[in-house]
């Protein structure tokens, strides 16, 4: 390849590079070679050769002129987006080399020999992401910082201001700026188009480029011109004998239909290219986007690729408009080990740990059979915790609803004897006398069934609800079951209310507290069968109201 031409730009102002997403408040690090390429058709139509440089680049299977991105520089450091695939290398100790998106030019033939780098003679600066050489006061300064101007228009007729507006912006340190490359494809291309090239980058360097162009923005004072050897200046010549070829891209790239790329090796990224039209028939209009390969993606091809510029003319244009995809590429080794080595690091532990899982289950010669599953644990199924029940108890009675006009009561279920032998009969203990109640009823002790409910007021023939006596508990053969006392109730008084015609009025219930308190007579249970009156004990209650 001839000597290519390195073009160092030299800010007199802020720069204000678009971002993909658009957005005013943010800028991009990197004037994109597809950019680049815009503003040198525009330069080269001011100066009456748009023509031969469509041409010869755009409409060319070869390009005369490849050009690369700009990126940044500080002093005599040029950086560059490194190769992938080599960078970054695996993380060892403070410096987090990942968090660099562009490296000096002289580390690159550093990782192509897959050379350790020295911890203590670098830094990563976090605001242009650039990775920086530690001198003997620390690093140097960074190339630029982004900072945010704020603006608003005003009216030149009537004064009124709109709302102001914050835009974002590249300020650049003494000594910094903006480079690029410029390779010719053969040495006539280059005695033809390296003049040309000069006095269209002169032009944009008083014209400006990027965005903010009317407010001075993009400038930059007199470029300074190298001729040198891209390959050597930027991988040194590496060893390629034995090792497959691979190509670092240092401009986007849009391939191109001859370009026979294995997209099963190498590392590269994707990027999608948009914009808006420069032109008298559209100014302003959007561009579609287009899908490209970003700087630093490396490739493995048969041949160099040459990439392709695609046509995004629109359909009332009057010429042609170009998105450039021509691609600039420099050959280094390539090693897929290397690859997997520096970006699957936790590959290695997970692919050990696998190995010994076989190792340990497989079988030595002579066993049989299956390895053994264990199988899986039983769920613990979730209890709820179980509702208090008194034993032996059935549930309240139900209680008829309010407004019934003949509430009838519910039928006592009385208890049965146990069950004796023949001719003879169960001794029943009589009832113990119920004591009234003062104050507030006390809780109820386990095992005992609560007070029946009170019927709501409003109802015409409110009844007492009789209460359940409980069965009698199962015990030895001759022995009387004994029969728990009734739970007290405590009665409420209600006002009177008007009974219907033909009815008897209800049981009046004395006040909680009354001395006379009568108490509820209990129904005897009957004799279980074969007992004869005339074995039953009399009964001393019977005969008394």
Known sequence: MPAALVVRLRPAGPWRLGPDNGAKD???????????????????????????????????????????????????????????????????????WKSARFIPTSL???????????????????????????????????????????????????????????????????????????????EEDRN????????????????????????????????????????????????????????????????????SINWRKGSYGICTRTGRLESGNGWGDLKPGVRMLSEGSVVTADAEPSGAARTLSPANGSHAIYRSGIALAIPVPWKE????????????????????????????PGETGPPEIEPPAPETPVQEPPQPEPPGEEPPPEIPPTGDPDPQPTPVREPEPSAGPPGESPEIEPPAPETPVQGPPQPEPPGEEPPPEIPPTGDPDPQPTPVREPEPSAGPPGESPEIEPPAPETPVQEPPQPQPPGEEPPPEIPPAGDPDRQPTPVREPEPSAGITPDDTPPDPTKGQP
């Open 108 to 186: 690159v033939p550093a990782l192509l020999r897959d050379e350790e780098l020295k911890e203590d003679q670098w830094a990563v600066d976090p605001a242009s992401e650039c990775l920086l050489p530690v001198v003997k006061h620390g690093p140097i300064a960074a190339p630029f910082r982004i900072t945010r101007r704020s603006f608003a228009a005003v009216d030149r007729l009537t004064g009124a201001a709109e709302a102001p507006h914050t835009v974002a912006c590249l300020q650049f340190s003494p000594g910094a700026g903006m480079w690029f490359a410029a390779a010719f494809g053969t």
């Open 26 to 96: 943010r800028t991009d690090r990197i004037l994109h070679s597809d950019s680049l390429f815009s503003a040198v058709t525009h330069a080269m139509r001011e100066l009456g050769f748009v023509d031969e440089w469509i041409a010869s680049t755009a409409e060319a299977r070869e390009p005369a002129v490849r050009l690369s991105s700009c990126y940044p520089y500080i002093g005599r450091t040029l950086l560059i987006q490194p190769p992938r695939g080599f960078w970054p290398v695996p993380q060892s100790g403070k410096v987090r």
């Open 337 to 364: 080990a290397r690859r997997v080595s520096l970006f699957s690091t936790e590959a290695e532990p997970a692919k050990q740990a696998e190995q010994t899982v076989r190792a340990a289950g497989t079988e030595t």
């Open 192 to 259: 033809v188009w390296s003049d040309r090239v000069r006095s269209a980058v002169r032009l944009l360097a008083d014209t400006g480029m990027g965005g903010g162009r009317s407010r001075g923005w993009g400038r930059s004072e007199e470029p300074r011109f190298e001729s040198v050897d891209l390959t050597r200046m930027l991988t040194g010549n590496p060893q390629t004998e034995g090792v497959e070829t691979a190509w670092w891209i240092i401009s986007v790239c849009n391939p191109a239909e001859t370009d």
